[in-house]
């Protein structure tokens, strides 16, 4: 399993910009599948950005054009920058990776609140 831990969350006002960060053990670029998931209260865990060997990059309807997954390679770092952000993107953001046993991990997950 590969370890991985997020940062970057934090307190943000409507329309603000945040960008969550996510170290890893490993090199994100031997994964099959890495991105962010996040979760809001009372709701499921819900993908938001993956990028998928052979498939590309996809985000979920809700945060088309406004959010960002990026990868460093030097850094073993993934990156979610978010822009826009509204209230409703308020959950707990967790980054996730698939190797290729098929062995998902999970971060700790970051705290994201977009409020005035």
């Known amino acids: 399993q590969v370890q991985l831990v997020e940062s970057g969350g934090g307190l943000v006002q409507p329309g603000g910009s945040l960008r969550l960060s996510c170290a890893a053990s490993?090199?994100?670029?031997?994964?099959?599948?890495v991105g962010w998931y996040r979760q809001a209260p009372g709701k499921q865990r819900e993908s938001v950005a993956t990028?998928?060997?052979?498939?590309?990059?996809n985000y979920a309807d809700s945060v088309k054009g406004r959010f960002t997954i990026s990868r460093d390679a030097n850094k073993n770092t993934m990156y979610l920058q978010m822009n826009s952000l509204k209230p409703e993107d308020t959950a707990i953001y967790y980054c996730?990776?698939?190797?290729?046993?098929?062995?998902?991990?999970w971060g700790q997950g970051t705290q994201v609140t977009v409020s005035s």
């Open positions: 490993g090199s994100f670029f031997s994964m099959n599948v």
């Open positions: 990028i998928t060997i052979g498939s590309g990059t």
């Open positions: 996730t990776t698939v190797g290729g046993r098929g062995i998902r991990s």
